[in-house]
């Protein structure tokens, strides 16, 4: 019985040992200068994919935000757990600084940098690109995303990811499901898919409406609006399937200021990049 006992006390301290190294190793602090660059910004996100750079918008604006204003930086793409130990897609370690979300890390990021995307705008005109922004990051984010995640499921998963159809089969409900409680808070609950196609040639004849002829979303230089509104009109042009309505309205020629203005941004900022577009026509 006592042997039993010790052999039980042995396995439950070789468990809390182990337990507790990894707790120790998730949480250990990685020095600025030996485990990465002084002065360079580590970009943690998702690895890289077959049409585009980046899935997530958010971590593409800020890799975009970054280029733009040719900020040094290298990506992480262990997906590593965040500042507060979340796992929290992008962020970034910057000398001492961990932070996360888009908006906070390219705020942080002009303040510190002292870069502007934006100072060449007046008054009325910086109102009018953060409406765009927000309407942009608020509603077409959520709109691109629920097409993607639940409409075109399928086509997402098996051709993207090129995951296999029996591993589709098994998790696709219970996916499925829970992407659309997701989105329940977004406006998109309850509507059919062709409502939220429909939701999202709204939004892309709303895009076209506001870009013109202008070479970008503010004017004749590019600004901060273009980080986001390049991020995710551009999932819809690289990622989506052909027979997604909003694919079609941009490719099919009504929307030939929005295809230039895809290709501009392509080769201004992510021309380095390499493999990710040369798989697109443009």
């Keep these: 019985m006592n042997v039993i006992l010790n052999h039980k006390k042995k396995v439950l301290a070789l468990g809390v040992t182990i337990v507790g190294a990894r707790y120790l190793c998730s949480r250990s602090t990685r020095k600025c200068g030996v485990d990465f660059p002084r002065d360079t910004v580590i970009l943690h996100t998702w690895p890289r994919m077959k049409f585009i750079p980046q899935m997530d918008p958010f971590s593409l604006k ?119 409680i997701i989105t329940k808070k977004h406006g998109i609950d309850g509507k059919s898919d062709d409502e939220v196609n429909a939701m999202l040639v709204e939004d892309l004849r709303k895009f076209s409406d506001i870009l013109g002829e202008k070479d970008f979303v503010m004017g004749n230089h590019i600004s901060e609006v273009d980080c986001i509104a390049f991020s995710i009109i551009s999932q819809i042009r690289w990622c989506w399937p052909k027979e997604s309505p909003g694919h079609q309205l941009l490719t099919g020629g009504e929307m030939q200021n929005v295809m230039d203005y895809l290709g501009q941004n392509k080769k201004l900022i992510l021309v380095r990049l390499g493999g990710a577009y040369e798989v697109c026509q443009v």
């Design 62 to 180: 800020v890799e975009t935000y970054l280029r733009a204003n040719d900020i040094p930086y290298k990506l992480d793409e262990e997906s590593k757990n965040g500042p507060k130990g979340d796992s929290c897609i992008p962020w970034i370690e910057y000398n001492d600084k961990r932070l996360a979300d888009h908006d906070v890390i390219t705020k942080y990021l002009s303040s510190t940098l002292n870069k502007d995307m934006n100072e060449h705008l007046s008054m009325v005109e910086k109102e009018k690109a953060t409406e765009i922004q927000k309407w942009l990051e608020n509603r077409t984010y959520w709109v691109t995303y629920h097409t993607r995640w639940y409409v075109y499921w399928d086509d997402m998963l098996v051709n993207l990811f090129e995951c296999p159809t029996y591993v589709n089969n098994l998790i696709r409900r219970p996916a499925r499901l829970y992407q659309k």
